[in-house]
């Protein structure tokens, strides 16, 4: 069966520290795969898209990788800061165009 | 910009009584989707449209019905609601469905409670 699988347990770091959050994919052929921010009672919110064939992505202090073979995106926050503390979901498109989410990382970041 | 504005932000409603949840979107985008999120199960899509005029069943569409009249609307209605429709709601829009920059632009949810 197909499923996006992200970590379930709560990833608490230090401030400052390099936080990397890991989404896991299997029968899935995703053309792209995109990465969300969640807060407590909001809506997602887009962070980053990556295709199949781009290796890696970078915006500010996140950078996003995407192994086709390994089926598999990491997700880094560089030089974290409380303010990065939020619920980070995976998703990618199927092959009927429907977006399908993980069920998303919980990052705290420790002052 | 508004952005997506969903309605009512939350409800209790008692078993068997119908819903309609708002949506509506001043992006001028061509797809909208409804989502709801249940703890540990993410995000699951209920319905969605691809453009004004049409809709599709997505993941767990039972129970739920969407119409599509205009560009801006997307109402999603309970006929009948059963407890287990107790979950977060979340509407969403993207400029296309299916293209590559297929970004999701989600509203703030519409917390819904069955008894």
């Known amino acids: 069966s197909q499923k996006i699988e992200q970590n379930s347990e709560a990833l608490n770091i230090q401030e400052g520290k390099t936080a990397t959050l890991t989404c896991n994919y299997t029968n899935y052929s995703p053309a792209y795969l995109q990465w969300y921010r969640q807060d407590p009672g909001r809506g997602p919110v887009f962070l980053l898209l990556?295709?199949?064939?781009?290796k890696e992505k970078r915006k500010e202090r996140l950078k996003v990788t995407f192994d086709t073979t390994l089926k598999q995106s990491l997700f880094h926050i560089t030089a974290s800061q409380p303010a990065d503390s939020a619920t980070y979901l995976c998703?990618?498109?199927?092959?009927?165009?429907?977006?399908?989410f993980g069920s998303g990382t919980r990052l705290l970041v420790r002052p | 910009t508004a952005g997506i504005t969903q309605a009512p932000t939350s409800q209790i409603l008692a078993a068997g009584r119908s819903m309609t949840l708002r949506c509506t979107q001043d992006m001028r985008h061509n797809a909208m989707y409804w989502y709801r999120q249940d703890l540990g199960l993410g995000l699951r899509l209920i319905h969605y449209s691809n453009t004004a005029g049409t809709t599709g069943k997505g993941e767990v569409p039972d129970g739920y019905s969407v119409s599509r009249a205009n560009t801006d609307d997307f109402p999603l209605t309970l006929a009948s609601a059963v407890p287990s429709q107790t979950s977060v709601y979340f509407c969403?829009?993207?400029?296309?469905?299916?293209?590559?920059?297929?970004?999701?632009?989600f509203g703030p949810g519409t917390r819904l409670t069955v008894l």
């Open positions: 969403a829009s993207s400029p296309q469905r299916g293209m590559t920059y297929n970004e999701q632009f």
């Open positions: 998703a990618l498109e199927d092959s009927s165009y429907k977006l399908i």
């Open positions: 990556i295709r199949e064939n781009e």
